[in-house]
């Protein structure tokens, strides 16, 4: 299947220019790119898009509805699936999903889905005050929800415009989960966009309080019998980061890319008018492929850094999404693929002056079916940097776990639940990264709104067994 015409392409802004400074990368389609982007696509009768959407968004329906003319009704529809279009259009890996599998990428390029998506988002987001919102009655049942990321905050909107009374409570004292403190300022903005998309959440009725940090502050069994909550949703995520367990990991200039983004993101470390530290030094090394690295590799490099990536498999394995590794690129970072870490090396003083790797070769491949990354004996050499950051993965925080008990979790720290939500404990329900490890935003929403559902027919029958 092709296409007379060509992808309209998104403008960006100069590589050049934003490798210094934290606004965004990408600046969007304007109403008459839209349009023409949205009239490629076929209406396909099967839609192969609508397949590979993990929340099965009407692809095909919202983009008719933009080729139209019509934003209202192409936000109604992506809305009826989706609480976050215009972060999903910013940080959705497209390319494995939906767009990967649009019947125009056979023989040219796909619809430009996450772009059409992104800019009906905006568009909702600037005209959210003429959408009167409409509520059902309260059905009188209270459900807390733990932590305000993706998952919670699909799975308290879900429950919210059923009719439940639901209460958000949150570790930090801002509300986004991984939206705030992990995905930086130039990809996803945090005024303009999350904090506009929690609002709608919020107009919906939900109750969100910061600063409550749930197996501290509150146990889920207070909240549950103490507090008089009917349900329990965990969406805690998995902020706890891994390191290589390597000699020299304690040195100075060491960083998890936790930390190093928490504190240029959620505490505006980037900002000059914020008093936060953060130390991006001279040269620094950031040791991972996904998203977080590419994040962390890219904030340093504005701060002021030679930034390099170094990744223990080849380029093709990279799990970051293609366009961050794309601009990562244009704005000047060094990748040295088939590297890995064996020491970091440090000075007299303790901080980092360097970081020891060999060289790896691709062997058979492992249970992940990607082929597994072999030493090459005696390719030992020396990258010179003053700064090393690790971004392997992360796992989710022992506390709930620890204080909840008939809880039950995975060897890994994950809350073992169904593809429901449904755990362990009778009335406590989770998803998100919580309960896989590390995912997407996508399929952290996607299980808050299953749990939702969940949590709604568990209520139900409860109430049809107090009532025979
Ligand atoms: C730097 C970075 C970049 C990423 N880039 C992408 C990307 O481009 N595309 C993509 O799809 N995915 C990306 N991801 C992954 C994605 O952000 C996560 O999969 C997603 O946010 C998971 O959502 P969640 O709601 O399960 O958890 P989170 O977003 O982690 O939210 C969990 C919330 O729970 C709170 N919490 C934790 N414990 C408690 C407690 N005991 N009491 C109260 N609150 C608590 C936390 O403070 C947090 O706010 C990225 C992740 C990171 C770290
Ligand atoms: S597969 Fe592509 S062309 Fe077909 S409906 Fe989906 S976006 Fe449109």
């Not at 998952?151 to 958000?168: H, R």
């Not at 910061?210 to 909550?229: C, N, S």
């Not at 989710?396 to 060897?411: A, E, M, S, V, W």
């Amino acid at each position: 299947m092709a296409n007379k015409i060509p992808r309209v392409p998104v403008r960006e802004q100069d590589p050049t220019r934003r490798a210094t400074n934290f606004e965004e990368v990408c600046y969007g389609y304007n109403a008459d790119e839209a349009a023409l982007e949205a009239s490629r696509c076929l209406n396909c009768r099967v839609a192969r898009c609508v397949a590979k959407c993990p929340v099965n968004v009407n692809i095909p329906g919202f983009i008719h509805a933009i080729a139209e003319g019509d934003l209202a009704a192409a936000a109604a529809i992506i809305a009826a699936d989706s609480t976050l279009p215009s972060v999903c259009g910013r940080v959705c890996p497209q390319e494995s999903q939906c767009e990967g599998s649009c019947v125009l990428g056979i023989k040219g390029e796909p619809v430009a889905i996450g772009k059409l998506e992104r800019y009906v988002g905006d568009w909702a987001i600037e005209h959210a005050d003429e959408a009167p919102v409409k509520l059902p009655e309260r059905n009188g049942k209270r459900v807390a929800v733990v932590g305000s990321g993706p998952a919670g905050l699909a799975c308290a909107s879900d429950l919210a415009k059923a009719g439940y009374e639901v209460k958000i409570f949150e570790a930090l004292h801002e509300v986004g989960g991984v939206l705030v403190y992990g995905i930086p300022e130039f990809r996803l903005p945090k005024e303009r966009i999350v904090a506009r998309e929690v609002e709608a959440v919020k107009r919906l009725g939900v109750e969100i309080e910061t600063d409550v940090v749930i197996g501290r502050t509150l146990t889920i069994d207070d909240l549950l019998d103490r507090e008089g909550y009917d349900a329990v949703f965990i969406g805690s995520g998995a902020g706890l980061p891994r390191f290589m367990g390597i000699e020299g990991e304690n040195l100075n200039g060491v960083f998890s890319a936790n930390e190093f983004l928490t504190r240029a993101n959620l505490m505006h470390a980037y900002d000059e008018s914020y008093d936060t530290p953060i130390y991006a030094g001279r040269k620094v090394v950031v040791v991972g492929g996904g998203n977080v690295a590419m994040d962390a590799v890219r904030t340093a490099k504005r701060l002021g850094a030679e930034s390099v990536i170094v990744y223990r498999r080849s380029e093709a394995e990279l799990p970051a999404r293609v366009e961050e590794v794309h601009h990562a690129k244009q704005e000047g970072i060094e990748f040295r693929m088939l590297t890995n870490p064996v020491r970091v090396l440090g000075d007299e003083r303790g901080w980092v002056r360097g970081v020891e790797c060999v060289e790896m070769e691709l062997g058979e491949p492992d249970e992940s079916g990607r082929r597994s990354p072999v030493v090459k004996e005696g390719s030992n050499f020396e990258i010179d940097c003053d700064v090393v950051i690790m971004a392997l993965g992360t796992s989710p925080n022992p506390l709930i776990k620890h204080t909840t008990k008939g809880l039950d979790t995975t060897r890994r720290g994950c809350i073992v639940a169904d593809e429901n939500g449904v755990t362990s404990r009778p009335g406590v329900f989770a998803g998100g990264d919580a309960v896989t490890g590390a995912a997407t935003v996508i399929l952290a929403m996607g299980a808050g709104r299953k749990a939702a559902a969940a949590i709604d027919a568990y209520l139900n029958k409860k109430d049809d067994a107090t009532n025979v």
